[in-house]
């Protein structure tokens, strides 16, 4: 069955650090990929998008995110985190239906 | 520029007791429109979407139910809630199927 996994519930970085957070996908051919962010009690926003060529793309707010087809995965990083990006991010792939499918997310904490 | 608009944010309903939630699009035309509802550490879960006027697709059967009876309107309903219903309801809007969504700010529902 087609899927999308992001293997850390809960990640813990210091303000400053780097991060990187994971996500894996399971489909027969090379899906549409994205990242979003969700802060408490919001919507989701849209980070950024891959839907061919280069396969590292940029998104707002300093993200980035690789695309190795290899590796089945789409992974989302940033050299620098600021405090205010503790949130919650999802990674979600098209499929062949009508609708992306979403990843259970990942929370982040910022610490001093 | 697009915006969609959805309400209530905050929700308190007795068991039994009917549901109306509403969601608009501005901006566009014969948008592609998404109902998902978020439990904690469940990710997103595709309740409805529909592709034009009066087309809903249902995905995974429930209490609820959904209407476009407009272009740029969808609502989300139920004649009798349950406890079961809780949750973060979110609407959405893509302008193709199958690429990217953007979501309204939420609505957080407590049936009591």
């Known amino acids: 069955a087609q899927s999308v996994t992001q293997p850390d519930i809960h990640i813990t970085v210091s303000e400053g650090a780097s991060l990187e957070l994971r996500c894996n996908y399971s489909?027969?051919?090379?899906?549409?990929l994205f990242w979003y962010v969700q802060s408490p009690g919001q919507g989701l926003q849209l980070l950024l998008k891959?839907?061919?060529?280069?396969?590292l793309v940029q998104g707002i707010k300093g993200f980035e995110a690789e695309f190795k087809r290899s590796q089945s995965s789409f992974n989302l990083r940033k050299p620098s985190v600021h405090w205010s990006d503790a949130a919650e991010y999802f990674c979600?792939?098209?499929?062949?239906?009508?609708?992306?499918?979403f990843g259970k997310g990942t929370s982040l904490l910022v610490t001093p | 520029s697009q915006t969609i608009h959805q309400w209530p944010a905050t929700l308190v309903q007795p068991v039994g007791s009917p549901l109306s939630l509403e969601c608009t699009v501005e901006?566009?035309?014969?948008?592609?429109l998404y109902w998902y509802r978020q439990a904690a550490g469940r990710g997103l879960q595709l309740l409805f979407y529909s592709v034009g006027i009066g087309q809903i697709s249902s995905e995974v059967p429930q209490n609820l139910s959904a209407s476009r009876p407009q272009d740029r309107q969808f609502i989300l309903s139920s004649k009798k809630l349950l406890l079961s219903d809780s949750g973060f309801y979110l609407c959405?809007?893509?302008?193709?199927?199958?690429?990217?969504?953007?979501f309204g700010q939420g609505t957080r529902l407590t049936v009591v």
């Open positions: 959405a809007w893509s302008p193709v199927p199958n690429t990217e969504a953007f």
């Open positions: 891959y839907f061919s060529g280069d396969t």
């Open positions: 979600a792939v098209s499929d062949s239906g009508y609708a992306l499918n």
């Open positions: 901006g566009t035309s014969n948008p592609n």
């Open positions: 489909y027969g051919a090379t899906p549409y």
